[in-house]
């Protein structure tokens, strides 16, 4: 099928062939169809393999010599490839701008030192679950990949503060989103370094970075205040009302805030805003020391709110915001009830 497709459509420049979670148990593409794929497809300059099991560093590498052109490539959670297949993409893909390798834990620091070499145009790498990758491995990429927008990291255990502050200084100008979910390893010098460097920041992950303290969060409040827009920090047990205070009055165009399970918040992080008006159009609070005080307070500055969820403030119930008589706007969204391990990705 994919020959005769070739064959009549030659000139293709996007193909996906992603397979999807519930189908993934099939391999669907294997190796040869790569090889058709990188002999008849000479134009295609975007691939999305999502979810295809099948495939292994034999097809990369077909790939790798045949699609020169190509600027995007997903195989993410193609759990079969490593270094070498991913090298051999680098190497002959040397126009690469988007690559997604979420789910792919054979990849380690080599490939990153791959990818510097050949690829300085790159502008988003996605290495989600990427478990090898190290502060070295990120050092080296950045060495050569200055114009990185998006670098998503999240669960890349390995990775600290030593990596963080070489994407600060590398990539100052060119960052806007930074994804460090569940980098244990990350702390305050990484914030710090991300406010002291990266102007153009505008997302920042840093759910279950548990040693990130107030003194930077306050610093990245003062030095983002224009660019800050989405900032996820759910599990930060560091973070109190002093530094979510500085957030809430001086990052003036933030649209989403997730703040679930920083215990040390109070109603005292929300009152004082004055004559504030929030931007804030996603709000994720689930903090056991909010109250329903504060609802009122969050409806009266957001106009914009389109989502808020309080699944895991005990003082804030659906009975409890109708007796005091809150109404919420027509177009926003409010969990107040569900399994928390359902989290919605809004940020």
Not at 3 to 19: G, H, M, N, T, Y
Request: aromatic share 4%; charged share 20%.
């Amino acid at each position: 099928m994919l020959k005769k497709i070739a064959a009549r459509f030659s000139r293709v420049v996007e193909l996906d062939l992603s397979q999807s979670i519930s189908r993934s148990y099939y391999p669907g593409v294997t190796d040869s169809d790569l090889s058709l794929i990188a002999d008849g497809f000479k134009c295609l300059n975007s691939l999305h393999l999502q979810n295809c099991k099948g495939i292994t560093d034999a097809g990369m590498e077909s790939i790798g010599c045949g699609l020169t052109s190509l600027q995007s490539l997903d195989v993410s959670y193609c759990r079969k490839l490593t270094d070498k297949g991913l090298s051999a993409v680098a190497k002959g893909c040397c126009n690469l701008r988007i690559l997604h390798l979420a789910g792919c834990r054979f990849v380690a620091d080599g490939l990153l030192q791959a990818i510097s070499e050949n690829c300085h145009n790159l502008e988003e790498l996605v290495l989600q679950g990427c478990i090898n990758i190290s502060d070295s491995g990120i050092t080296e990429l950045v060495n050569g990949c200055q114009n990185i927008k998006i670098l998503d990291i999240n669960k890349c255990s390995n990775v600290g503060d030593v990596g963080i502050l070489s994407v600060s200084k590398s990539c100052s100008s060119s960052l806007k989103t930074l994804k460090l979910l569940d980098c244990y390893k990350v702390g305050d010098e990484s914030i710090l370094s991300l406010a002291k460097f990266c102007k153009n920041l505008e997302t920042l992950i840093i759910g279950g970075c548990r040693d990130i303290t107030d003194d930077s969060i306050k610093f990245l409040a003062a030095a983002r205040q224009i660019s800050l827009r989405n900032l996820r920090m759910d599990w930060c047990l560091n973070i109190t009302d002093s530094s979510l205070n500085c957030i809430l009055t001086q990052c003036r165009n933030l649209e989403a805030l997730d703040i679930s399970c920083c215990e040390e918040v109070s109603d005292a992080a929300f009152q004082g805003l004055g004559e504030i008006e929030l931007s804030l159009k996603v709000l994720k609070v689930n903090c056991p020391r909010v109250s329903v005080e504060v609802i009122g307070i969050l409806l009266e500055k957001c106009s914009a709110l389109e989502y808020l969820d309080v699944r895991s403030c005990p003082l804030v119930t659906k009975a409890g915001c109708k007796e005091a008589g809150l109404q919420f706007p027509q177009n926003c969204k409010v969990k107040f009830a569900g399994d928390m391990l359902e989290y919605d990705v809004l940020i």
